[in-house]
Every structure is written in structure tokens, then in C-alpha cells.
């Protein structure tokens, strides 16, 4: 099939070819190079089988979004890394509420001072006078929920500035279980820095099957203003289904939710996906969630205990 712009194409070719002619002739016994007219005009069938190639190429290049399941298990991932903050920010208002400006001796006193008030929890002082050994009873009341196990905090100044070092080890809470190393220091302006390297092990309710084992590292600006603790930082972790990372913005953490108030948290999933998670405050604890990502945003409500329930897509 060809178009209206090759026939007009092929008389103007006739034409050149004719007055090519009449120069050969009076140019006979010369050597005269004759034009060649341009082959600017293709097949109407061969441009559209072209577009078609573009656009499957490029349908091929743009990602599917995210799917329902992929989803749900970010927002599962979420409330386990909620379950890891909770336990760790507790422990932290509990071995770290100090002056950044003190002596780390008298700073060590004055936690251990704190700490021999509650029944539940042996202290005792390490053999460096900087260290504190902590052992908490079986659902020992600490920030208001149960904790047992044990933590080591050392407070020392590397340099100029306070470093409080928290070992954790095997502190457990409703069948979560943390350990690792939390670090903390202090900015000009009297937020705190927390970076942490941890280990989350999470049990599986009423089941013989293993849990969950995360491997967290961690790295949070946050401070307490009117009882609630403001966060900014992000959270990478491995899965078995591979890497994760979570960009927490403008996080508003109250002492009795998992997640947060509200803020923004932006999840890079393994499968190569932006899933971008918003918190509200849905009251007696709960948090709404929701999810875009995939084809349409989808609706979750996570339960002060973690249990999450889809709400379907909005």
C-alpha cells in the first residue's frame, strides 16, 4: 500500500528524469553528472509497523505497580520495624534520658540511681566504671509494657561529645525479640542521634513453624516534644525475600502505638517497587495506613498489638 505523497512523489522523479535527459543531450561528449532525485518517501505499512515497535517498547520499559501482596507485606514489614523502634526508643528513654553535658561516671550514677527504684530490674555496676549491667524480671514494667532480658549501657566521650552505648541482649516483649548494639549521641539543638545495628526475631502466634529473624541497621534524628517523639532517619533490613529500606519522614511516635501518629514512610521494596505508606492517628491506639503503589491506594488498619486489617483499595 503506498500513500498520496509517493504518486506525487514518482511524477516529480518523471519530470527530473525527463530534464536530466535534455542535459545529456546538450551536453554531448561532455562528461555531465546527472542529479539523482532523493528516496524521501517510505511505505505507509513499514511507518506503522514502526510505531507499533516504539510503543510495545516503551509499554515494555514502564514497571508494573506494586501488587496487593506485595502491599500487605510492606505494611507487615512496617509493624515488625515498629515492634524493633518501640522496644529500642524504650530502652533508650530509660538508660539515656541524661545530660549530654555531665560527667559519664556521675551520668552512670544517676541511670543506675533510677533504675534501683524499679523492683523488677537487678543493676550492677561493670568492672570499667563507665559500664552498667541491667537485667530485667519477666514482663517487667518498663515505659508502661512488659520487657525481660538484659542490657549493658556504657557512657563515655570518645572525643568532646556524650556516646551512650547500649548492648542489648535478647530483650523481649510479647514474642519479639531484640539484640544488637544502639548508639546514641546528641545534636547542638538536643535531638538525639540513635543508630543501631540489631537482630529482630519475631515469633509466629500459636504455631511451631519458625519465626521471622531481621537483620536491622538503623539511623533516627529524633526528640521528644509534648509527649511525643518526633522522627526522621531510615531503616534498611534483610528478608529471605531480600533487602529492604524505609525513609521515615516526619514521623509522630506516642508511647502506646507501634507505628506512628502521622508522617510519611517511603518503602523500597525488594521486588523493586516505591510503596509509600501514610500514617493517621485512627484513636484507641490504632493507626490507618494508607498505601500507594499499586493500581489504586489501599486501606490498612494496624491495631495497637500490630494485628493489621485490609480495609481494600480507596
Same mark, same amino acid.
Given at each position: $500500500? ?36 532523493? !528516496? ?28 496487593? &501482596? ?7 514489614? $512496617? ?19 541524661? /545530660? ?17 527504684? $524499679? ?19 519477666? /514482663?517487667?514494667?518498663? &515505659? ?85 517523639? !518526633? ?6 533490613? !534483610? ?10 519522614? +516526619? ?11 502521622? +508522617? ?51
Amino acid at each position: $500500500m503506498r500513500g498520496a505523497g509517493c504518486e506525487e512523489h514518482d511524477e516529480s522523479e518523471a519530470r527530473g528524469t525527463r530534464h536530466a535527459a535534455r542535459i545529456a543531450g546538450a551536453g554531448a561528449g561532455r562528461n555531465v553528472r546527472l542529479p539523482v532525485a532523493p !528516496q524521501i518517501c517510505e511505505d505507509v505499512g513499514v511507518v506503522a509497523s514502526r510505531r507499533v515497535i516504539l510503543a510495545s517498547a516503551l509499554a515494555a520499559c514502564t514497571p508494573e505497580p506494586a501488587s496487593s &501482596q506485595e502491599i500487605l507485606q510492606t505494611v507487615q514489614e $512496617m509493624v515488625d520495624q515498629g515492634r524493633a523502634i518501640t522496644i529500642e526508643n524504650d530502652v533508650v528513654a530509660l538508660a539515656a534520658n541524661v /545530660d549530654p553535658d555531665g560527667d559519664p561516671a556521675d551520668l552512670r550514677d544517676d541511670v543506675a540511681a533510677i533504675l534501683a527504684d $524499679m523492683t523488677c530490674a537487678v543493676v550492677t555496676s561493670g568492672d570499667d566504671p563507665i559500664d552498667l549491667h541491667v537485667e530485667f524480671a519477666d /514482663d517487667c514494667a518498663v &515505659q508502661g509494657r512488659g520487657l525481660a532480658g538484659r542490657m549493658t549501657a556504657t557512657y563515655e566521650r570518645p572525643v568532646d561529645d556524650l556516646l551512650v552505648t547500649l548492648t542489648l541482649l535478647d530483650l523481649t516483649r510479647e514474642g519479639t525479640t531484640l539484640s544488637g548494639v544502639t548508639r546514641i549521641s546528641w545534636g547542638i539543638d538536643g535531638t538525639q542521634r540513635i543508630v543501631g545495628e540489631l537482630r529482630l526475631d519475631v515469633a509466629v502466634p500459636d504455631s511451631d513453624a519458625p519465626g521471622r529473624q531481621i537483620e536491622i541497621q538503623t539511623d533516627r534524628i529524633q526528640r521528644v516534644h509534648r509527649g511525643v517523639r !518526633q522522627v526522621d532517619g531510615w531503616h534498611r533490613w !534483610q528478608t529471605l525475600m531480600g533487602k529492604w529500606k524505609a525513609e521515615l519522614a +516526619g514521623w509522630e511516635l506516642a508511647p502506646d502505638t507501634t507505628l506512628p501518629l502521622r +508522617g510519611l514512610t517511603v518503602v523500597d521494596t525488594p521486588f523493586e517497587h516505591d510503596v509509600v505508606l501514610d500514617h493517621r492517628d485512627a484513636g484507641a491506639g490504632s493507626i490507618e495506613l494508607r498505601a500507594n503503589g499499586g493500581r489504586a491506594d489501599r486501606v490498612f488498619m494496624v491495631a495497637a498489638d500490630g494485628t493489621i486489617t485490609d480495609l481494600g483499595e480507596d
